[in-house]
Structure formats: structure tokens, C-alpha cells
């Protein structure tokens, strides 16, 4: 339960502050509502019979005492989060990973301006616990996470590279997986037998393709594929989705079953399932269909389409009604390019944190990553370059995806703007998983300090020509000009490109009347910004170096208030 906007919550309060606390969080969150009962004990368990989630504004000792009794099994017991009377802090009782109540916690205490309380070990030694790594895990898994915790050396033994987030120095991998050499984290897809110092991480590397006759009960197709997995020794767990033919997307038995198991049914027209060279195609198959092969083509081809990532494991086999085959996809490396804003750190957006956390190696410029050491898991490799090797960190961290791991790329303010997006995914091919993490660009900062100049459309332009000829800049800035366009100019002067900018102004000044607001915005966002306004008649380019950031408005931009304004076509008030 990580995500509020999905999940039922239950609030529980016994006073009059309680009660007002619940209603701060019921107005932000539509899916939590104040549980109501004959006490606030019996408050309390309706809400943890009904809701995924329980937010109780009560005494930690009292929520202890009431749901004791009523414990099961921490994979489906609801999370607790427990708030004092003062709302001073967001305690994370019950379901700290599992159930998502380290999250809530966190969650409860930004709405409330709180302080949340999270007493997991790995969180606070800022450890990934391994039930928080997205992929069912198994096994010794606490006697595993305590050994991490306690430094002492565990086994990473993969039956592939799939990319895990950065993991501490005790955790090494190694191709020994004998069971007696010490603690274990084993990361495939095969049953492993338990042995109490084994943990299991469960990858998404199986699909199994379905085909059925029309009607095919749900417990055949069931049966049948828990009976093809366990003749292949293959755990469940690791079933990334089902898959078949377009004409079974609505196969009650088949979706079923897919719902059962908690993953999606992905399915494919026949076309695309008879291109794929299968081992044991029929044609009889291909009159039904339209193609010889749907077990078999729909596991090989699995949730995108890249047969050539998959070998089949088990081929087709089949019921009266029902026939399943079972392939392996291959594990794609995971290239995150991250976008960290325009330098303060509380313009650096959540998910950029997230997947600065979830990367095993991180890649940018000295000085950005510097912002972003603190944020970095322990173990995390850092490949750090200085000004100008933009094209090398593309190539490096792509090169870093593409032999398995989890990677982030980073640049600031927005990774596609001027950044390090384009000339990485140049490179990138099908064989890495790309995420794009928008961040904050340096004109939204700027254009926040100056007013509102970007409220009509506006033109971004870099006056660098180290990578783009100067007649182009200067067709793209008479372009900007004749067309009106607020225009922004990135890269606006350095002691080696001194000219460009008056050059572009003097262009814009044809095109503008002279009292058109021109503002610079340096270092916006941090603690030495600085913020010039002055007119396209009076600006000096000369105060401008590669700090700043240049907006010139449109001819209707106005100064109001000591602001740059520009309508967004409404009538403008004189």
C-alpha cells in the first residue's frame, strides 16, 4: 500500500483534535473516511477488517493493546500509522515495508506537517530492505536482512544481471551458490529449497503463453500451468504475465487465472504470433487462428514483443482445453535519466529521489553530483566527469545499462532540455528499459523569479555554437523574433562566446518595441541567485555569464508591479 490514491483508509479518533486531524487528511485523500463505532476500540477494528490502510489518532500503547488480538500475517494485515493528539509526529506501527506504513507515515506527515517516525532497521541505516526491491521475496528473508544489517558477508548469487539498486559492501556476488557457505541472496526463478540462511528474490523473467478452446474452465487453465511449473522446477513468483492471442482477451478462464496470480494478460494479434519461429507449430492451429502457434508465440514474444530476448523453457502442452508453454526473458538493464532541477533541493522533484535511491551506479557532472551525494544509497558507484565530457557520460551510462545494472543519469534542471537525455538515448537500443524523471528547467525557475513572462508562447534557444553553427542559431532567433515568441536564451555568454548575445538582442530589437522588459535570472534557485530587469533598449549583456539565464518578452510583456508579465491573450488591463 504505497499509493493513497488507490488505497481504502481507515481514520480513527477519540477526540475532538483527533477528529479534526482525520478530516485534514479526508479532505486530501477522496479513498480515507472517518470509521465510526460504538467506542474507538471497535472503531478501530472495523476499520482494520475494511481498509487497507488504518490512521489512528491515539495513544501508540492504546492501538497496540486493540489490534494485538487481531494479527495474522504482515503480507495482509493493514498498515498502522499511529498520530499524537498534537499531530507532532506519524509513527509507522504496522506494515513498515509489506504493507506500505513506512510510506503512509511519510505521506500522513507531509499533509499534516508532522514528523514521521520509521523504526525499520534497513531504513534507518539506510540499508534497501529486500522486501522493498519490487519482486516477491522468499526464504530466510529476515535472518538474510540481518546479516546485511550486521555487515556480515552474504552471497549474491544471479542467474542473470538484473538490475538491483546499489547494495552494501558485504553483499558481494560470486557464482558459488552452495548452500553451506554462509547467508545467501539468491536472485532467479528456479524453486529453491529453504535452508534458513537463504533469501530468494523473485525476478520477472517467466511469461507463460495460454491458448484455450472457447469456454475452457478457469481451474484447467489454473492446474495445467502450475503443473508445467513445477515439472520445470519454476516458482510462480517470478511470472512476469500471461499471454496470448488477441481473439482470447476476453477468455474468462484464461483472465481468470491471470487475476488469480496477480498479473496482467497481455495478448497479440495473429499476425504478429505466426511471424515468431516456433519449435512445434500445427496447422491445424493456423486454420482455427490465423497462425500455427499460440502457447508457444505469445510466451516467446511476452509483455513487448522481443522474442529474440526469450528462450523457451517449456514447450506446449496441453489439456482438453487448455495448452500453456513457458519462456525466460532475458533481464534488460534499467537507464534512468534524471532531471535534478535548477539546484535547490527542495525544487528536486520525489521521483527524482527515487530513482537516484533505486540506482546501483549514478553518472553525471562533478558539481551535480555533488548536490545529490546525501541522497545516494550506500555501495552506489558514482562515475563522476567534468565540464564538457557530455558525450563520454552518455556513452558510459549506457554502456553501465546495457551489461544489466540499474543506472542514473543525471543533469540539471530537466535531463531533456539542453541535457543529457538527447545524447543518451542516441544510444540506448531495445536493449534497455529508459525512464525519463522530469525535473525542473533552469527557464521555469528563471520565469518564476521575473514574474509570469512565459504565460503565452515562447521559444527556448541556446546561443551556444560549440554544437550548432551560428547561422542556424541566428535563422532560429529571427524566427523567434518575426514570430513574437517570448524568448529565452540558454547558454546566454562565456568569457569565449562574449558577442552572441548582443548579436541576438539587436535581432529581437527589430521585432520589439524598445521598452520590452528583457530579465536575467542567475543561479535561480540558489543561495546566491541574483535577479536584473531592464528593457530590450537599456540591457547590458555584459552583467550575463553561463549562470544565467535570459528571458526576453513578446510585444505585449509588461512590467507590472516590478514583474515581467506577459497576457495570455485575455484583454490586458491598462
Not at 166 to 181: E, F, I, K, M, R
Not at 538 to 564: C, E, H, K, Q
Request: hydrophobic share 50%.
Amino acid at each position: 500500500m504505497n499509493d493513497t490514491t488507490h488505497a481504502r483508509i481507515g481514520l480513527v479518533a477519540a477526540t475532538a483534535a483527533g477528529r479534526r486531524h482525520a478530516d485534514t487528511l479526508a479532505a486530501v485523500w477522496p479513498q480515507a473516511r472517518l470509521i465510526e463505532g460504538a467506542n474507538v476500540a471497535d472503531a478501530l477494528r472495523t476499520a482494520w477488517a475494511q481498509c487497507d490502510a488504518v490512521v489512528a489518532f491515539l495513544a501508540t500503547g492504546a492501538v497496540v493493546r486493540i489490534v494485538a488480538p487481531l494479527l495474522d500475517d504482515k503480507r495482509t494485515d493493514p498498515a498502522v500509522v499511529v498520530v499524537d493528539e498534537a499531530a507532532r509526529h506519524a509513527v509507522a506501527l504496522l506494515g513498515g515495508h509489506a504493507g506500505g506504513g513506512n510510506a503512509l507515515a511519510a505521506q500522513v506527515a507531509a499533509v499534516l506537517d508532522a514528523q514521521p517516525v520509521i523504526t525499520t532497521a534497513t531504513d534507518t541505516v539506510d540499508v534497501p530492505g529486500l522486501d522493498t526491491l519490487g519482486w516477491p521475496v522468499h526464504g530466510a528473508v529476515a535472518a538474510v536482512s540481518r546479516a546485511i544489517l550486521d555487515g556480515e558477508p552474504v552471497r549474491l548469487i544471479a542467474d542473470a544481471d538484473w538490475p538491483l539498486p546499489a547494495l552494501p559492501p558485504n553483499v558481494h556476488a560470486t557464482d558459488d551458490d552452495s548452500p553451506d557457505g554462509g547467508y545467501r541472496l539468491l536472485v532467479t526463478d528456479r524453486v529453491v529449497p529453504a535452508d534458513g540462511r537463504t533469501a530468494v528474490l523473485r525476478p520477472p523473467s517467466l511469461v507463460a503463453g495460454v491458448g484455450a478452446s472457447r469456454g475452457v474452465p478457469a481451474a484447467e487453465v489454473a492446474e495445467l500451468l502450475h503443473r508445467v511449473l513445477a515439472e520445470a522446477d519454476l516458482d510462480p513468483a517470478s511470472l512476469r504475465c500471461l499471454a496470448s492471442a488477441d481473439i482470447k482477451a476476453d477468455e474468462a478462464g484464461i483472465r481468470s487465472t491471470a487475476d488469480t496470480l496477480g498479473v496482467p494478460l497481455v495478448t497479440w494479434p495473429a499476425t504478429r504470433l505466426a511471424a515468431v519461429d516456433v519449435p512445434h507449430p500445427s496447422e491445424v492451429v493456423r486454420a482455427a487462428v490465423g497462425t500455427p502457434s499460440v502457447a508457444e508465440a505469445a510466451a516467446l514474444l511476452g509483455p513487448d514483443g522481443r522474442a529474440g530476448d526469450a528462450t523457451l523453457l517449456v514447450g506446449k502442452t496441453a489439456t482438453a482445453m487448455a495448452t500453456v508453454a513457458v519462456a525466460r526473458h532475458a533481464p534488460r538493464g534499467r537507464l534512468a535519466v534524471v532531471g535534478l532541477g535548477p539546484g535547490a533541493a527542495d525544487l528536486r522533484t520525489p521521483r527524482a529521489v527515487t530513482e537516484l535511491r533505486r540506482a546501483a551506479v549514478v553518472v553525471g557532472l562533478d558539481q551535480y553530483l555533488d548536490q545529490v551525494r546525501d541522497v545516494l544509497r550506500p555501495g552506489t558507484r558514482v562515475l563522476s566527469s567534468g565540464l564538457g565530457a557530455e558525450e563520454a557520460r552518455a556513452r558510459a551510462a549506457v554502456a553501465e545499462a546495457a551489461a544489466g545494472r540499474a543506472v542514473a543519469l543525471i543533469g540539471s534542471g530537466d535531463a531533456g532540455v539542453y541535457a543529457m537525455a538527447s545524447p543518451a538515448l542516441e544510444y540506448a537500443d531495445e536493449r534497455i528499459d529508459v525512464v525519463g524523471v522530469p525535473g525542473v528547467t533552469a527557464a521555469l525557475a528563471a520565469g518564476a523569479l521575473l514574474g509570469a513572462p512565459l504565460g503565452h508562447d515562447h521559444a527556448y534557444l541556446s546561443l551556444s555554437d560549440l554544437h550548432t553553427p551560428w547561422d542556424v542559431i541566428e535563422r532560429r532567433v529571427t524566427a523567434a523574433a518575426e514570430g513574437d515568441f517570448v524568448t529565452i536564451f540558454y547558454n546566454p555568454r562565456s568569457r569565449a562566446r562574449d558577442w552572441q548575445l548582443g548579436k541576438a538582442l539587436g535581432i529581437l530589437a527589430g521585432h520589439r518595441p524598445p521598452g520590452t522588459p528583457v530579465g536575467v535570472a542567475r543561479n535561480a534557485s540558489r543561495p546566491d541567485e541574483q535577479v536584473h530587469l531592464a528593457t530590450v533598449a537599456t540591457f547590458d549583456p555584459a552583467i550575463v555569464d553561463m549562470y544565467s539565464v535570459v528571458v526576453v518578452g513578446n510585444s505585449d510583456t509588461r512590467l507590472v508591479g516590478g514583474r515581467m508579465v506577459t497576457p495570455r491573450g485575455y484583454r490586458w488591463r491598462s
